[in-house]
């Protein structure tokens, strides 16, 4: 099979020379095509024989139908009952003059390309040589740079029009005006070398006598930029080579091989035609045989089927996807809506929603100390990044301090120090918001507080979302279970995400708190385990239901946020841009790939080999269509849109009150990776936390969940009271790291960011 790298280079040439973000693929098919409708450049899996050469010829033809066939041909050859291989060989002609005077280089490229075709016998003339062969295809060996092609004065004709051919109505005209001379005249099938008196042309690309042709084919700048602004005019100037309905059971209208061409619906392309006069589709050559007597392209279904035969019909079949392109405000719940709808459903004067107050009052000022602790690492730390990284150089002054010791010392001249100026880094934290996170809430929310303290002291630029699959769906905004409408080629993702805005440092003050107070009320609130009184505390409230604990569409929002964080990242003018992911579990899975089908929308799944292209960045993902790796995939092309970027994952393994991690759940985390069970269990009993590789997150956190999230509050012990100055020492210091360690999403975020 030919090399991938090979394959990008080929997508990234197609591109460029199209002058458009056109979808380049690489299918199962037998031979290239361009699909107009769907801007789909498809070219087959080829074998390991096929030449660089002969490869490039194909792109750089199929992007001479990208830039000048049109729909409008397609449909007027049918309505006119052409013969397609006609039209094709002609239009074939049209359009490869027009690369040739674009791309001056891609002269010699379709000379020694199709010379190399030729070589193999591709054309099928071997046994009977060029001059052999009928009217139609010693003009198709013609153009397709063959020497020594002869022709009869009668014949010149077809031959010189067919050279000046500048638009689509006189491609159809001709070959309308050639099929019926052949037709008439029924012995030019039968051209006899060295007997019909006709006269031997050279090549079109000027390698052969010097004619009308090789002049119309020199670089002409003002004739160029006429054919494109007449082809473009409509907005739909692409196409590929006229091709015959072949009833192959591909309904899409973009096969090679001869299927219909492309209409408003591709569903609606499901009718066969074995009649050859009518020619519809675009892309590759025609491959049906015409009854005795019917003039036919003998050549042009001879290449088609010669190029069969260097399709890897052994490859594995690859999965193209798009990341869509969507509105990220379109998915974003503000935090003024969200403060709102909060509000409104606790009542100030409920019994539990006051004691939870005081609750969140004493967490704060107690958090306190810890954080201003973190401050202090974080500006030391920021410091000692900042010294190492300066500068010092001489400044051409002479030290006069220094110059008593010039009998031992060289150095007398001043030097100068240069700080570099630090990162300006800002936060964005996704957090998950499904229903395996009941038991991981309440301890992941104290984290979160602490975090949003931290960045309001050192004035980080932050913004905290929830993803959940609750808020739309249940508020009867949106049906449970649907699509976002997207493009032919695109990855779908559910139309009931959304990204929970909880805060932002654009908030006012009393718009945190009032956000503090109802999340410690919902994370009081799943968290709650034991029987209270609640004659005293107050009866537990229930959030409201767009805010309950839903799905885990963790895929759906890196999509969405691929659009937010480069437009966050200009918004609040910072340098790099801290992403943190923060779940209990593999996201839900995406439907796939949107397509068309005769029964209308459907998706493609995703197989074992896929490749997902980014339409911003031009990069491309390969991967597998399962699990983790669709995810990792997802957070490449998140990392592609802003450079730079580090993404965090931390994953909350344990389940349950204990939020102990079973064995089990390190097998299945570890599968496949470097560390065993034991040092992974071991590394997380001593530090709370256990590091691993990943193929998406830059780094990516192990951790405990349940009662392990929770903060430590605890001050020194009372039996500590008149112990010795080195007991106190020691005990504040343990205590200190205890409340250091139990602030993990705060201690990873200092050290990033520092």
Same mark, same amino acid.
Not at 92 to 108: H, L, M, Q, T, W
Not at 315 to 329: H, L, Q, T
Not at 644 to 654: I, R
């Given at each position: ?194 007997? /019909?008196? &006709?006269? *031997?042309?050279?090549?079109? #690309? ?5 004619? =009308?042709?090789? !002049?119309? +084919? $020199? %670089? ?38 001869? /299927?219909? &061409?492309? *209409?408003?619906?591709?569903? #609606? ?5 074995? =009649?050859?006069? !009518?020619? +519809? $589709? %675009? ?472």
């Amino acid at each position: 099979m030919v090399a991938l790298g090979m394959m990008k280079n080929k997508s990234t040439i197609a591109r460029l020379l199209a002058e458009e973000d056109i979808h380049v693929v690489n299918k199962k098919m037998d031979t290239a095509y361009f699909n107009i409708k769907k801007r789909e450049l498809g070219l087959p899996i080829w074998k390991d024989e096929i030449s660089k050469v002969e490869e490039e010829l194909m792109v750089c033809h199929e992007i001479g139908h990208a830039l000048w066939t049109s729909m409008d041909m397609i449909e007027k050859a049918e309505a006119r009952g052409l013969n397609a291989s006609f039209v094709n060989i002609l239009e074939d002609a049209r359009i490869e003059k027009f690369v040739k005077r674009k791309y001056p280089g891609s002269v010699n490229l379709f000379k020694k390309g199709y010379a190399a075709l030729a070589a193999r016998d591709f054309f099928g003339i071997a046994e009977t040589g060029v001059n052999s062969c009928n009217l139609i295809d010693r003009i198709n060996l013609f153009f397709k740079g063959q020497d020594g092609v002869e022709f009869s004065d009668e014949e010149k004709v077809f031959v010189d029009r067919a050279d000046k051919l500048e638009t689509e109505d006189e491609v159809l005209d001709l070959a309308e005006e050639l099929y019926k001379y052949m037709e008439d005249n029924p012995e030019t099938d039968k051209h006899d070398n060295g007997e /019909s008196g &006709g006269e *031997s042309m050279g090549s079109p #690309d000027g390698s052969g006598e010097e004619g =009308d042709n090789a !002049k119309d +084919s $020199e %670089v002409d700048d003002n004739t160029d930029n006429s054919i494109r602004s007449d082809n473009d005019s409509d907005g739909d100037s692409s196409g590929s080579g006229i091709e015959e309905k072949e009833d192959d059971g591909d309904d899409d209208g973009a096969t090679a091989g001869g /299927s219909a &061409g492309d *209409s408003d619906d591709a569903g #609606d392309d499901t009718e066969s035609s074995a =009649d050859t006069s !009518k020619g +519809s $589709e %675009v892309g590759g050559n025609a491959t049906s045989s015409a009854p005795a007597g019917v003039p036919e392209a003998k050549t042009d279904k001879a290449l088609s089927d010669a190029l069969k035969s260097l399709v890897d019909g052994n490859a594995n079949e690859k999965v193209y996807g798009r990341i869509p392109k969507v509105d990220s405000s379109e998915f974003i719940v503000d935090y003024k809506t969200v403060v709102t709808e909060l509000g409104a459903n606790y009542s100030s004067d409920d019994k539990w929603v006051e004691n939870s107050l005081g609750e969140l009052k004493e967490f704060k000022n107690d958090s306190k100390k810890t954080v201003n602790y973190m401050v202090k690492e974080f500006e030391m730390k920021k410091s000692a990044d900042q010294y190492a990284r300066a500068a010092t150089s001489k400044t051409g002054t002479l030290d006069m301090g220094a110059l008593h010791t010039y009998k031992f010392n060289d150095d007398l001249f001043k030097k100068v120090t240069t700080l570099p100026g630090a990162t300006n880094h800002g936060m964005v934290m996704v957090l998950d918001w499904s229903g395996s996170m009941v038991d991981n809430l309440k301890g992941t929310i104290e984290q979160l507080l602490q975090l949003v303290m931290f960045c309001r002291r050192t004035k980080i630029p932050f913004e905290v979302f929830a993803f959940t699959s609750c808020y739309k769906s249940l508020s009867g905004y949106y049906s449970r279970g649907t699509y976002v409408d997207v493009n032919f080629g695109e990855i779908a993702i559910s139309d009931n995400m959304s990204l929970l805005n909880f805060f932002s440092s654009k908030m006012s003050a009393a718009e945190e708190e009032k956000m503090m107070h109802y999340l410690w009320m919902i994370g009081k609130r799943y968290g709650q385990r034991t029987y209270e009184d609640w004659s005293v505390t107050g009866f537990p409230v229930n959030p409201p239901s767009e805010y309950s604990l839903g799905g885990t569409p963790l895929n759906d929002a890196i999509v969405v946020l691929m659009d937010f964080l480069p437009k966050y990242k200009k918004a609040a003018g910072v340098q790099k841009i801290n992403t943190i992911f923060l779940t209990d579990g593999a996201s839900n899975g995406l439907p796939g790939i949107k397509d068309n089908n005769v029964h209308g929308d459907f998706y493609q799944g995703f197989t074992r080999e896929n490749l997902l292209i980014d339409p911003v960045t031009n990069k491309r993902y390969e991967f597998g269509g399962y699990g983790q790796d669709v995810t990792d995939t997802l957070l490449k092309a998140l990392k592609g849109r802003v450079p730079g970027m580090n993404v965090v994952g931390f994953f909350l393994a344990g389940s349950g009150r204990k939020g102990t991690v079973a064995r089990n759940t390190w097998r299945y985390i570890l599968s496949g990776g470097t560390i065993t069970v034991d040092a992974a269990m071991a590394e997380m009993r001593k530090n709370k936390v256990v590091v691993l590789e990943s193929k998406g997150y830059d780094q990516y956190y192990i951790l405990p969940g349940g009662a392990a999230l929770a903060v430590e509050n605890d001050g020194l012990d009372d039996k500590l009271v008149g112990a010795s100055k080195g007991k106190l020492k020691t005990a504040f210091a343990k205590s200190n790291k205890g409340r250091i360690q139990s602030r993990v999403l705060l201690n990873k975020f200092v050290g990033m960011v520092a």
